[in-house]
């Protein structure tokens, strides 16, 4: 016989001591990290890396906060007791108002990139007291899982005890965790599902937990995943649509009905804006992105697909010259109110709008945009290239030469061509 128990808890920890009322509604934080190019990295996502690396630390030196989540599986067979523990943590960036680069530059080790940089950020301490508040309200949750695992330590004395009775007395079974043993069987072909690598045998596993626990939504978000990752290998392999369509159909299926069983499961959201995005209907994908990042603000996932969504989208439009629909796009994802700390996530939307600007004869809001991807990525030979031929045409020489001087300095022939 073995009993299997599962309960996910968001906890939150905070290191050093942070005052509840802050003097000051932002600190100034001066921090540093160093990143160390991956084989599938580009330079211009190791730079971004190496960013957030340092505003995550700054962030940490204003006061340290973890968002966790807390899984704990137990399973008891044959007299023994089986405790599997994981922690997943996230520190929470959204904090950083501000972001100066003090210095930035590359060096080699092993052959290998490595980029450093150190800056100073605006720490929003009021942001970072937010979202602890926002946490703590789960402590009484955590209480709770507490007086269950005493409970079921209880039950399990109890259970241990009826199977010591003679033959031939009559068993009654009782759930150590007091739920109906479908919805245990459904955890448990749940988490099998979890760890398979197999679409196909994840798919089963899914619709088998979905029929035991026919009320949980979490079985019918993990099949509708399997689907959508089979729709995804199958457009890879450059697929027939009707090779796919089925697999969407279904996928699409799941998260309606997940949405209905849970609508405030943000997985659930997700994955139907998922579904919209290969059905290519990008305001209904947009309204699911956006009703899961009202449901939780820090859920990183939501705002990437966003970012994704509305910068493929006018990119789209300006490659068929549809200027004024390519800026109305763009407005939406950058004139929103988005942590600075995302910023950098936003740095080809802003290179594209300073683009469509150009376009339609706007050179001072372009050079906004491009003096915006400067500051976050002071080694972008293209956006200093384009904002030195700017600073030129306004008579601004010496700004223009700083600018071609450093693209220069970073490979850039057509800048070095206009050096004197």
Known sequence: MSVFYWLAL???????????????????VIAEAQYVMADGDTLATAEEKVLQRAQR?????????????????????????????????????AAVTETEVLEAHRSFENDRPVFFIRIRASVDLHSLADAIRRHQSEAQLARHFRELQ????????????????????????????????????????????????????????????????????????????????????????????????????????????????????????IGKGDVQTWLKRTDDATFCYERALALDPF????????????????????????????????????????????????????????????????????????STVIKFDPTNAGALLTRGNLYRNRLQGRLAKDDFEQACALGSTEACEQLP
């Open 150 to 269: 005493q409970e079921n330590q209880h039950l399990r004395a109890q259970l241990r005890e009826f199977q010591q009775e003679p033959t031939g007395v009559r068993m009654l079974t009782i759930e150590p965790n007091g739920k109906p043993e479908p919805v245990v069987r459904s955890k448990q072909q749940l988490e099998t599902a979890f760890q398979t690598p197999d679409l196909w045998k994840k798919i089963q596993l899914a619709s088998d937990a979905a029929q035991l626990d026919p009320h949980s939504a979490e079985p019918l978000i993990v099949r509708g995943q399997a689907y959508l990752r089979l729709v995804s290998i199958a457009y890879s392999e450059h697929s027939p649509p009707s090779g796919f369509s089925d697999h969407i159909d279904k996928a699409r299926s799941d998260f309606d009905q997940a949405v209905q069983l849970d609508g405030k499961n943000p997985w659930a959201w």
């Open 57 to 93: 630390k700054a962030v940490e030196e204003a006061g340290v906060y973890l968002e966790s989540t807390f899984y704990d599986l137990e399973k008891e067979s044959q007299g023994r007791t089986f405790r599997h523990t994981s922690w997943e943590i996230r520190t929470i960036a």
């Open 299 to 370: 859920f990183d996932i939501a705002r990437e697909r966003l970012i994704g969504l509305y910068t493929s989208q006018a990119r789209r439009q300006a490659k068929a010259k549809q200027w004024h629909q390519s800026l109305a796009t763009l407005k939406k994802l950058l004139d929103a109110q988005t942590p600075e700390s995302w910023l950098p996530d936003q740095k080809e939307a802003y290179l594209l709008r300073s683009d469509v600007l150009l376009k339609l004869n706007r050179p001072e809001q372009a050079l906004e945009d491009l």
């Open 10 to 28: 968001a906890v939150t920890a905070a290191v050093g001591v942070v005052p509840v009322a802050f003097a000051t509604s932002t600190k100034a």
